[in-house]
């Protein structure tokens, strides 16, 4: 069989291809090739919602006990029994201490019969003064006698008056016998042993009762700020005697928010001038004991209520210069603003003014670019504002 020789030469073939791939090549340098910048970035914009917040003053302050007392032995004696346990709450009125009172009684006694004594000089005096001026009005008896049955009568009674003085004396010191609480409260631990004797070089201190509740707050407010609460109390018409009804909030270091209440108590009739502050002091009811005295608190309370402009608390930021926005102006060009913020409400923060805030894609947006803004609408809170802690 013979074969005869192929139509189209192998190598011929591949010239052919060869030859249009690179005709294809040159054709495509031969086009106009330019960047082409990405489009700009997509943020997320919201104008600020207009809604009326509640200002509130804040400041630092700390607990402090309504009453604290000093227990001490007021006589001399030993001590017979301590009757609380350290730190316990006592009641007004309950016996902690208890001094030997055996010889106080003794003392009353005496005292007692002395005055009974007294009593009875006086009557005796007081009879024969009585028949002498009888005497007398019938000339029977001398000026002399009766002048004596006066004088008699007289310091008997000026003596059953100190008799009596002596009794209530000892009354007083056999009493002293049993140390009191004087109010409510927690007593710390005792400063003296069973036994041990007591008011010996004067009065010794037994222990110490502090009232737990109510407790008071104390802070103080800058001068500007008395300022501008004062101003608004007289455009509110608000009286000073109406001052003291003015509810004062109160949270702990740990705590979110103010959850304890109370009002105002104090306020100093006077600045201090070397502080340029003004001491105020509020009164909290404490049945669970959480204020203690010596904490440090976080204190606020309502100075006004005004129309605001609020946005996300996220979208601020903060750097060395204080807390800002990212803006987009009209010609969406991102811009960082320096802005003033006032409560918070829910997720939302006051603030002074406003334009386009960026509210979501801020790590896209930087300053003095161009974005796409994508426009949100805030949702405004469902309640009338209620600042919070910043």
Avoid at 339 to 353: H, M, N
Avoid at 354 to 376: H, S, T
């Amino acid at each position: 069989m013979t074969i005869g020789p192929p139509t189209a030469p192998y190598w011929r073939i591949a010239a052919c291809a060869l030859a249009a791939a690179v005709a294809a090549t040159l054709g495509a340098c031969g086009q106009d090739n330019r960047y082409v910048a990405p489009p700009p970035p997509k943020v997320t914009v919201a104008l600020p919602v207009h809604h009326k917040v509640t200002r509130y003053l804040e400041a630092t302050g700390y607990v402090a006990a309504v009453n604290t007392t000093n227990l001490v032995a007021r006589v001399q004696g030993f001590l017979q029994a301590i009757n609380y346990k350290d730190g316990e709450e006592v009641k007004a009125g309950q016996t902690l201490f208890t001094i030997e009172p055996a010889p106080y009684k003794l003392k009353l006694e005496q005292a007692q019969a002395a005055e009974a004594g007294a009593q009875a000089t006086v009557k005796q005096t007081e009879a024969d003064y009585e028949r002498q001026t009888d005497l007398s009005s019938r000339q029977v008896s001398t000026k002399v006698a009766l002048d004596n049955a006066t004088a008699n009568r007289d310091t008997a009674a000026a003596k059953l008056k100190q008799a009596e003085v002596e009794t209530k004396e000892a009354a007083l010191n056999l009493g002293y016998t049993e140390v009191k609480a004087p109010f409510d409260g927690i007593v710390t631990a005792r400063k003296v042993s069973l036994g041990e004797l007591v008011g010996a070089n004067g009065p010794t201190q037994l222990a110490t009762i502090v009232q737990t509740n109510p407790v008071y707050v104390n802070f103080t407010i800058s001068e500007q700020e008395v300022l501008k609460i004062r101003a608004e109390m007289r455009r509110l018409g608000v009286s000073k005697q109406e001052v003291a009804s003015i509810p004062i909030e109160v949270g702990l270091q740990n705590d979110t928010g103010y959850p304890y209440q109370g009002t105002l108590d104090y306020v100093s009739p006077s600045v201090d001038s070397a502080t340029g502050t003004l001491a105020v002091r509020a009164i909290m009811q404490n049945q669970t004991d959480v204020l203690v005295p010596g904490y440090f608190v976080r204190v606020r309370a309502a100075s006004d209520e005004q129309n605001s402009l609020l946005v996300p608390d996220a979208a601020l930021g903060s750097d060395q210069g204080g807390r800002y926005l990212l803006i987009v102006n009209k010609d969406n060009v991102v811009e960082q603003r320096k802005v003033t913020i006032g409560p918070k409400v829910g997720d939302l923060r006051a603030i002074e003014s406003g334009d386009r805030v960026v509210v979501a894609g801020i790590l896209r947006a930087i300053p003095g670019q161009k974005v796409d803004p994508q426009m949100q609408t805030i949702a405004a809170p469902p309640a009338p504002a209620a600042g919070a802690a910043k």
